[in-house]
C-alpha cells in the first residue's frame, strides 16, 4: 500500500516563502512521477508542478513559474515544493500524488493520471 504524506504548511506573509515536503512510502519512489496540486476554497483542485522520477525534468503551472521550485530525493523517498514570493492567492490546500512513469524524463498534469494522493497540507498566505 503506497502512502503519500505532506508536511510543511503553514501561515506565512505576502512575499514569503514556505517549503512543502511529500514522503511516499510503500512503493517504487524512484519510479513514480510525482505532482504537487491545490485546491483554494471554492474552487477546483488545480495543478501546480510536477517532476520526472530521474528529477531531470520538472513542469510549472503558470502561476508557479519563476516562483515555485519543485526537486525530489529518491534517497529519501521525498518531493518538495520550494515556495517563495507567495501571494495571497496562493493559500489553498496544497497536495502531492504520485504514479508510477515509464520513462525516467516522463511528468503528468493531469489530476487523473495519478494513483496515488496524500491528505494535503494548508498554506495561508495573509496580506
Known amino acids: 500500500q503506497v502512502q503519500v504524506v505532506e508536511s510543511g504548511g503553514g501561515l506565512v506573509q505576502a512575499g514569503g516563502s514556505l517549503r512543502l515536503s511529500c514522503a511516499a512510502s510503500?512503493?517504487?519512489?524512484?519510479?513514480?512521477?510525482m505532482g504537487w496540486f491545490r485546491q483554494a476554497p471554492g474552487k477546483e483542485r488545480e495543478f501546480v508542478a510536477a517532476?520526472?522520477?530521474?528529477?531531470?525534468?520538472?513542469y510549472y503551472a503558470d502561476s508557479g513559474k519563476g516562483r515555485f521550485t519543485v526537486s525530489r530525493d529518491n534517497a529519501k523517498n521525498t518531493v518538495y515544493v520550494q515556495m517563495n514570493s507567495l501571494k495571497p492567492e496562493d493559500t489553498a490546500v496544497y497536495y502531492c500524488?504520485?504514479?508510477?512513469?515509464?520513462?525516467?524524463?516522463?511528468?503528468?498534469?493531469?489530476?487523473?493520471?495519478?494513483?496515488?494522493w496524500g491528505q494535503g497540507t494548508q498554506v495561508t498566505v495573509s496580506s
Open positions: 510503500g512503493g517504487s519512489f524512484s519510479r513514480y512521477a
Open positions: 500524488a504520485a504514479r508510477t512513469a515509464y520513462s525516467s524524463g516522463t511528468y503528468y498534469r493531469e489530476e487523473n493520471e495519478y494513483r496515488y
Open positions: 517532476i520526472s522520477w530521474s528529477g531531470g525534468t520538472t
